[in-house]
């Protein structure tokens, strides 16, 4: 680096203090040495793709320009970027998991993903990551892109209004990974011809905790929302998860997840399919003709008020709980069940207005065994 002051000196860089977003311009390869010389520019902390050569008009390839803005972005922690109003064209997507980096898109920017792999990476190594926050960006992917988005390892970060446009028919829209204490906002699939097999996978038993808040997940060909082996502590928040193959999907041993008033219809296979555990679905709508479905292994699940059409407890799951649900949203909603040690209180078909199964008959006499009965039915009394 030569510094003014110096007389035209070459200074190690040892001698500055360079913290902070710096823009170092590309050095001549011809003439004489001494006007080899790297041009730079303090850039006050913000860093946008157009500094480093973007175009953002969808034709230009992007790529190049994309992964310089990475480079200067990972010489200092806390960078904000910042993406205007454009369309992105890049083949590969630089990893944008760098301390407290911030990519903020402005106006509707675009990433239009044109080559193979994730359109959006954000994936650390096994340290983890914590404090970073991406919003209002727009993937759009292609029949090659697996996934749109891939976030893997991180912590304690905000994931605002991520929209995925098209992606693999193999792959998810929002793949989540090793991700803990998150908060994921406003994520959406945006009806395409490359439509994901999966809207958004929490993808294993390392994605707990986190609160994903009002998601919209539509046009899938397989779950909206998928839940792996093991996935548990997790938060749903109101959004939707409609006209996919299935709504939400927990496998097995996913566990101690909440749904709250999530929306689910106009699902080809059903609405929801539970195989976990300890999960608890409260107020959630779901009307599909198949609506709600415990598989055997599901157990000590907790389904609370909310609007079904059908409802199926399969053989072999066991203590699952139902209160003040109403199912048969419209004519000919069913409720079967197989399971063993279902407990059911306040369960209504809301077509014809009247309880499930009363557990004593209304106008008649009952005797204290009568009760007893009853009691046991709701598991409030154990047989001695």
Not at 86 to 112: D, F, H, K
Request: proline share 4%.
């Amino acid at each position: 680096m030569r510094s003014p002051s110096s007389g035209g000196a070459f200074l190690p860089t040892a001698d500055y203090d360079i913290r902070g977003s710096w823009q170092f311009d590309q050095v001549p390869t011809a003439g004489p040495a001494s006007d080899r010389i790297a041009t730079v520019r303090d850039l006050g902390g913000v860093l946008t793709p157009q500094q480093f050569g973007a175009k953002g008009d969808g034709s230009a390839d992007d790529t190049v320009a994309l992964h310089a803005l990475r480079a200067a972005a990972a010489l200092t922690s806390g960078v904000t970027i910042v993406l205007p109003r454009g369309i992105y064209a890049y083949t590969t997507s630089p990893n944008w998991c760098l301390p407290g980096v911030q990519m903020i898109g402005e106006g509707g920017a675009i990433l239009r993903h044109t080559g193979t792999g994730a359109a959006l990476r954000i994936e650390a190594g096994p340290a983890g990551m914590n404090g970073l926050l991406f919003r209002d960006l727009t993937i759009q992917g292609n029949a090659q892109t697996t996934p749109g988005v891939s976030v893997a390892t991180i912590y304690r970060s905000t994931f605002e209004r991520l929209r995925v446009q098209g992606c693999a028919l193999t792959a998810p829209a929002f793949q989540i990974a090793a991700a803990v204490l998150n908060e994921f906002s406003g994520l959406a699939v945006i009806p395409s011809d490359f439509k994901p097999a999966i809207g958004l996978l929490l993808a294993d038993a390392d994605c707990a905790a986190n609160t994903i808040i009002n998601p919209e997940m539509e046009g899938v060909t397989g779950a909206g929302i998928a839940l792996g082996a093991g996935a548990g502590q997790n938060v749903f928040i109101g959004g939707t998860s409609e006209s996919n193959g299935i709504g939400v999907d927990l496998g097995f041993n996913a566990s101690r997840n909440i749904f709250l008033g999530i929306d689910c219809e106009a699902n080809a296979q059903q609405d929801i399919r539970c195989a976990g555990s300890m999960n608890q679905f409260l107020g959630v709508v779901a009307v599909s003709p198949i609506s709600l479905t415990l598989d055997a292994g599901a157990h000590s699940n907790h389904v609370g008020g909310g609007l079904y059409q059908s409802i199926a407890v399969q053989a072999g799951a066991l203590g699952n709980g139902f209160v003040g649900v109403i199912y048969s949203f419209t004519a000919g909603g069913t409720f079967t069940d197989a399971g063993t040690g279902t407990v059911k209180l306040g369960v209504w078909n809301g077509w014809l207005g009247a309880p499930e199964r009363p557990l004593l008959a209304t106008g008649a006499a009952h005797t204290v065994d009568d009760v007893i009965a009853a009691l046991q039915t709701l598991g409030l009394v154990r047989q001695s």
